[in-house]
């Protein structure tokens, strides 16, 4: 994975308000993304039809497990509506802690990812298996499940505000994606072997469960895969990117302000000058006349 080393951890403050930006534009732009419902439903039974002449289909057999055995669906269901929004902020926590001099450009990674994501949703609106019409044989196991938890019938989003997201951003799997983040991180990062395990469980263990709640088809998991790959091209790049501008904006504003002196900042006292011959400074030890002044003998 490309990575930007940097020479101290980064500000906690400008991080949160960098993640709560993004992630608002991401929201934002997620909810503005919705395309009309027809099409949305059309691209999904494409989808399901092309898993099917593939013999990729597997979301029916792990929907029927789910919505038949309680002990299976119920966990998969407080999974699906809680993992995704607990395990990476822990991550770039974790990250950011204890491994800063990688930090940025996994979070960089993780960023311009989830805004490809974006972009799919907005070209591909694409409806989850769980709102198709009930001839095709998949049941809302949210819906089935939804007097054990905080969720509706509408979306895994709390009662009442499933009109607050889009339902039809199923491709690709963002679930999927983040998680393919995590276990990498966990991967290389983690210095113990039950961490590493868990960096290959748990993106394996999202596939089931977003298919097996029928969130998601197997190719929306693809997809989110290929998202995170092009988000780990892209990342080194952009980080390049924002540096450089970074940088033409600090020339300019030491160029506007003399120098290098910033408003708010204090000028340098001395401006370059030296002190002269037998000066000391404040305070400083005063030495015998014979050493200040005598020049040392040629050598």
Known sequence: MP??????RPRWWTELLLIVVVYAAYSGGRLLARGDVADAVDHGLAILRLEQALHLNAEHPLNRLFTATPALGIPADFAYATLHYLVTPALL???????????????????????LGLVGFTLLP??????????????????QYSAYGWWGGEASAPRGLGGMTNQYAAMPSLHVGWAL????????????????????????????????????YFLDAVA????????LVLAGPVARGVDRVRDRVRDRVRERFGGGSVPGTSPIV??????????????????SA?????????R
């Open 93 to 115: 926590v974790w990250l950011f802690r204890r491994r800063p001099l990688h930090y940025r450009a996994a979070r960089t990674w993780l960023m311009v990812s989830t805004l």
């Open 126 to 143: 694409t409806c989850p298996p769980r709102l198709l019409a009930a001839g095709h044989g998949f049941v809302d196991t949210m819906a």
């Open 224 to 231: 989110g895969c290929a998202v995170m790959g092009a988000g």
């Open 181 to 216: 983040w995590c276990g990498v991180m966990l991967w290389r990062y983690g210095r113990t072997p039950l961490l590493k395990a868990l960096g290959v469980a748990y993106p394996l263990l999202t596939v089931v469960v977003v298919m097996g709640t029928a969130n998601h």
């Open 270 to 287: 001395s401006g370059g000058c030296e002190t002269s011959a037998g000066e000391r400074i404040p305070g400083q030890r005063a030495r």
């Open 290 to 298: 014979s050493a200040d002044d005598t020049p040392a003998p040629a």
């Open 3 to 8: 990575h930007t080393v940097v020479s101290r």
